[in-house]
């Protein structure tokens, strides 16, 4: 299998709720499209300085991470930031790797969004059990108890069940 490659939006979260409470212009709101590795190897979503720097997402703290070679660098952590692909939107911290190194997209925004990988196709895609809206994934719930959780309108309905 290669890599796989998608094109998402990132969007910066302040912004928007600005721009919602009239205080910024919507078009104001700082994004870009970008084209990110899918890699179910990473954690989370990665970003590189440059995407940082045009966005001007809030650094929220450092933390150190070891890549794929051994060494460890050390990062900035941003959020929020939203990713959008097709449908799909997740909002996550982000980790801001050097210079121009390239975007990733890690396992949690992509749990978020029910996406799923085509590894014969190299591609990713919305998962087809749930082609409108995505649906999270929830363990260690009681018995008896379901959850929905609807994220095109998040609105959380909690009903007894059997």
Do not use: W
Request: hydrophobic residues 40%.
């Amino acid at each position: 299998m290669g890599h796989v490659y998608a094109e998402i939006e990132l969007i910066n979260v302040e912004d928007m709720l600005l721009a919602r409470r009239h205080l910024l212009d919507k078009d104001e709101v700082r994004s870009i499209r970008v084209r990110s590795m899918v890699d179910t190897g990473a954690v989370t979503m990665a970003i590189n300085e440059n995407i940082q720097e045009y966005l001007q997402l809030p650094v929220v703290d450092k933390k150190r991470y070891k890549l794929a070679d051994g060494q460890t660098l050390l990062c900035d952590l941003v959020f929020p930031l939203e990713v959008r692909f097709k449908n799909r939107v997740a909002r996550c911290t982000a980790i801001v790797l050097p210079e121009d190194s390239e975007p990733l997209i890690g396992v949690i925004p992509l749990e978020e969004m029910d996406v799923i990988i085509l590894p014969l196709q190299e591609e990713l895609v919305v998962n087809p059990e749930h082609p409108d809206y995505a649906v999270g994934k929830l363990k260690g719930m009681p018995r008896g108890v379901s959850v929905g959780l609807h994220y095109e309108d998040t609105t959380m309905v909690n009903r007894k069940g059997s």
